[in-house]
């Protein structure tokens, strides 16, 4: 369903995530490669967050992994790699180690979340283990799989530059947590075609041969370039 209300009309879509360096040992840094575009001017900082969650029962074991502040963002194609150390493992309760958990990537526009990726992750154990597991866990023996082609996607509605006054929270949401989505290679308006998404997949890199950096805060981005 199309939003017309220009108070949430997304500024700032996602138009591709690669997850690099997967799968990987589980001590290995995560690194995902976020492509997005700003398809209208917008004044602040863009900020990302990845998290790890330790255990399904409760949030309380949930790790953020890296926050970073970016901006200023122009209007078009932007790209970096952000970069988080791996969970400590001290903190996950020790049965849910292995297995299949969640990574969340969230994006926020002042204060406010707009949209939230998440990943469903394999920690696989290399040798045979009882249903106990391990006597002693080597995290040299723990490979992460991070499921990267079946992500959740879920967007908010925010007011982004427009007037507080003009937006009401939760405003044309289907569902109470936000609209989820599948997540294909574009997150472009849901009123695009498919063959559209992939004309501008296609032209991604020609785009990116023109850039400029953008100021960075936190300590998980290699590199950053915009259009």
């Not at 020790?94 to 969640?102: A, N, Q």
Request: net charge negative; aromatic share 8%.
């Amino acid at each position: 369903k199309k939003n017309n209300n220009t108070a949430t009309r997304m500024s700032v879509n996602i138009t591709d995530i690669k997850v690099l360096n997967n799968p990987a040992s589980f001590t290995t840094p995560l690194q995902f490669e976020i492509t997005f575009e700003c398809v209208s001017a917008i004044q602040g900082d863009l900020q990302w967050c990845l998290t790890y969650v330790g255990a399904a029962e409760s949030s309380e074991h949930d790790q953020v992994l890296e926050t970073i502040e970016l901006g200023p963002v122009n209007v078009g194609l932007s790209r970096f790699i952000l970069e988080a150390n791996p969970p400590d493992i001290n903190k996950i309760p020790k049965g849910d180690v292995l297995g299949v958990t969640v990574l969340l990537l969230t994006c926020g526009y002042k204060g406010k979340e707009f949209i939230r990726v998440g990943y469903y992750v394999n920690n696989d154990y290399s040798e045979e283990i009882t249903e106990d597991g391990p006597a002693v866990l080597s995290l040299e023996k723990v490979t992460r799989k991070i499921i990267e082609d079946q992500p959740r996607v879920t967007h908010f509605p925010i007011p982004w530059d427009a007037s507080e006054e003009t937006y009401t929270e939760g405003e044309n949401v289907p569902e109470e947590d936000g609209e989820i989505v599948d997540f294909d290679a574009s997150m472009e308006d849901e009123a695009d075609s498919e063959e559209e998404e992939e004309e501008e997949e296609e032209s991604l890199s020609d785009d990116m041969e023109s850039s400029e950096d953008m100021t960075v805060e936190g300590q998980g981005v290699q590199i950053c370039f915009s259009t």
